[in-house]
């Protein structure tokens, strides 16, 4: 529905004063205010208040699985919040949805992967688990292994913990003072980490994280046989091994959790966003059955970590229904059959556009890597990604620009829900984008070179 001018303005006006926006430009919030002032969803697609119509090509970020404007998850919040809409969860204090949502977890989780510690969203998540690794070892009399590898280009969050863990040295430099005891190896490479581990002496290390696939950090899809030697190398030295499925769970990759297409279980596992694609919010890590009887036996107090909305029990009531369309929609079989559709269209996106590199994905996440000599596959020396991300959104299609590490990534993982047609429709889209400002902008980047 289209606002009137004199609405929408005032919406901008107070947008500038009053909004400080996470994870955008603050010279561009105040110079140009918001990019779009959405109102409404339905589907793969926003509207917003000047009456524009997008596809979400993000899934806003990385998290509305099930696509917007599902009238069942909102039904399922009313009948929870008029039943019960909150109750605290420590002193071992509990509700119905955060136990059936633990259950449920524990049914669709691979291995023995079996008990939750819930939060409200993924920061939190991986935060937890890097409190609940050391306290691990705290507890076997091990108070020196307290040190977290974590991988180049990864992205944990922003809490302190989950900040101090991710891979990406911009999110790092944000603060002057991160975290001790955080190392990084390279993101493609078992030896890299063993090499870590012997290095600094693995009796100093509580755990290892790495995401199936790393999403912020552009759309990074592990060598085969990687996540194989990870699992061997963290077994021999005694090392927890930790999945970030905060992108990757709930079908994105076309399986119910990433690391289900490596063949490995972790020890703990982390999620939020899929988990109730937005809809109310919610996290948690999930852990092992055998780890979980050795805190047991061996703690004798109170588990001093939790959060205001742990358990929430209209977030877990949502996040029960949300399953429930996951599977009842087979949504997990669609994302990886479209995904194998959008690939495609990527790959002929390559054939037609000289600029553009290695096209990379699984599931409905995907990357197009944008290069000056797709023969030397060499960046420009300005990324050209965030261009191709003002011409789509201009042309009714949301994606995202990632500039970080030296890298010139175009990434997108849109909604669980998108069909064969609307894969199209995003390809026609980019490849339109692309080729409008390939003369104005590649060619003479180029000849800037």
């Not at 990759?253 to 289900?260: H, L, N, R, S, V």
């Amino acid at each position: 529905m289209t606002r009137s001018n004199e609405l929408v303005q005032e919406l901008i006006d107070l947008d500038k004063k009053h909004f400080f926006h996470p994870t955008s430009p603050i010279k561009q919030q105040q110079e140009q205010g918001p990019a779009f002032i959405f109102t409404e969803g339905k589907g793969i697609h926003l509207f917003d208040v000047a009456g524009n119509k997008v596809i979400d090509g993000m899934s806003s970020l990385w998290n509305v699985n099930v696509g917007h404007g599902r009238e069942e998850l909102a039904k399922a919040a009313m009948e929870q919040m008029t039943k019960l809409a909150y109750s605290s969860c420590f002193a071992t204090f509990s509700n119905e949805p955060a136990i059936r949502l633990a259950a449920k977890l524990a049914q669709v989780a691979p291995g023995d992967l079996s008990v939750t510690f819930f939060t409200s969203g993924g920061s939190e998540a991986n935060d937890t688990a890097y409190k609940l690794a050391r306290h691990y070892w705290i507890l076997k009399g091990k108070p020196n292994r307290k040190k977290i590898i974590s991988r180049t280009k990864s992205y944990h969050g922003v809490a302190m913990g989950s900040t101090s863990a991710t891979g990406l040295k911009a999110f790092r430099d944000f603060t002057n003072s991160l975290a001790p005891d955080f190392l990084y190896v390279d993101h493609f490479s078992s030896k890299s980490l063993l090499e870590t581990i012997e290095a600094e002496g693995a009796d100093t290390i509580a755990a290892f994280i790495a995401e199936p696939v790393q999403g912020a950090g552009g759309v990074h899809v592990a060598p085969d046989h990687y996540f194989q030697e990870v699992r061997q190398i963290c077994d021999e030295y005694g090392i927890l091994f930790i999945t970030d499925e905060v992108i990757t769970g709930f079908g994105r990759t076309g399986k119910y959790f990433g690391i289900e297409h490596y063949g490995v279980v972790p020890d703990m596992m982390c999620f939020a966003k899929g988990v109730s694609s937005g809809y109310a919010q919610l996290g948690g890590v999930m852990i092992s059955s055998r780890l979980y009887k050795e805190f047991t036996e061996l703690s004798n107090g109170t588990l001093l970590h939790g959060y205001t909305y742990s358990g929430h029990p209209t977030a877990c009531a949502v996040a029960l229904k949300n399953l429930e369309i996951l599977e009842q929609e087979h949504l997990i079989e669609n994302a990886q059959f479209i995904g194998q559709e959008l690939l495609k269209g990527f790959q002929w996106l390559h054939g037609e556009r000289y600029i553009i590199g290695k096209v990379k994905g699984l599931g409905l996440m995907a990357g197009i890597e944008f290069v000056k000599d797709q023969n030397k596959n060499e960046n420009f020396s300005t990324p050209v990604s965030p261009a191709v991300v003002n011409e789509a959104a201009k042309r009714g299609l949301i994606c995202r620009a990632v500039v970080l590490d030296g890298q010139d990534i175009l990434v997108f993982a849109p909604p669980l829900t998108i069909n064969k047609e609307e894969i199209g429709k995003v390809i026609e889209i980019l490849n339109d984008s692309i080729k409008a400002i390939e003369k104005n902008v590649f060619e003479s980047l180029a000849t800037k070179e």
